[in-house]
């Protein structure tokens, strides 16, 4: 089985691959992980998946659009925080803190999920930020702060919380103004579309819900 995921997902459905594999003997669960735009159009353009768990609606659009999947379902909500390295030579505080241009900062590209929150957040806050870089995936953006190549970036909390203690997160009012609903489908015609069901019946599950709880999203 093939599971197309937004890369905020990586560290919590592996973890809910291994126990799917663990109950369902000779059950394999790979996973594709990446930028929820570049997931959706691959899956357009024919690649094969079971099932696409994107980080918000409108990537999932694009292949419910293409009758490609079935009825999502949210199961999770995610939140930005401005991440920083470990010790924040730039000193930022607060979102405004962004806006210098002395201030290097990453954001994910706007067509992607974490860019299109990030873009929203910043438009409630009347702010505009002119990054050094726009990356693909919200992995790669906190990389960046990881390596120290900027001095802060906009990322979800998840992500801050999964790097532990590579970089500090700063928590600030307009993410609650740019939350991502993350929906779940099976798709269409997925090669293995019993096992497909059984995952996404695993992911909406209480069990599910407390891995990904853990890991900082918020039930939706």
């Not at 009825?71 to 401005?82: D, E, G, H, M, W």
């Not at 059984?198 to 039930?219: C, I, M, N, P, W």
Request: one cysteine or more.
């Amino acid at each position: 089985m093939t599971v197309f995921a937004a890369a905020s997902l990586t560290g919590t459905f592996t973890e809910l691959g291994k126990v799917f594999e663990a109950a369902h003997p000779g059950t394999s669960v790979r996973f594709n992980f990446g930028s929820s735009a570049t997931l959706a159009q691959q899956i357009v353009q024919g690649a094969p998946a079971d099932v696409f768990a994107a980080a918000s609606p409108a990537t999932m659009k694009t292949v419910t659009d293409a009758s490609l999947a079935g009825s999502p379902a949210t199961f999770v909500r995610n939140k930005l925080q401005i991440a920083v390295p470990a010790d924040d030579l730039a000193h930022i505080d607060e979102l405004k803190d962004l806006t210098d241009p002395k201030v290097k900062v990453a954001l994910c590209a706007e067509q992607v999920p974490c860019g299109a929150a990030a873009a929203k957040a910043l438009d409630a806050a009347g702010l505009q930020v002119k990054p050094v870089t726009l990356e693909q995936d919200v992995k790669a953006t906190l990389t960046k702060v990881e390596l120290g190549e900027v001095d802060a970036a906009l990322v979800y909390k998840t992500d801050v919380i999964a790097s532990a203690g590579k970089v500090r997160g700063i928590a600030f009012p307009e993410a609650d103004q740019a939350v991502n609903d993350y929906p779940i489908a099976t798709i269409t015609e997925a090669p293995a579309g019993d096992a497909a069901r059984r995952f996404v019946d695993l992911v909406l599950s209480q069990q599910g819900k407390d891995v990904l709880t853990k890991a900082g999203f918020e039930a939706p």
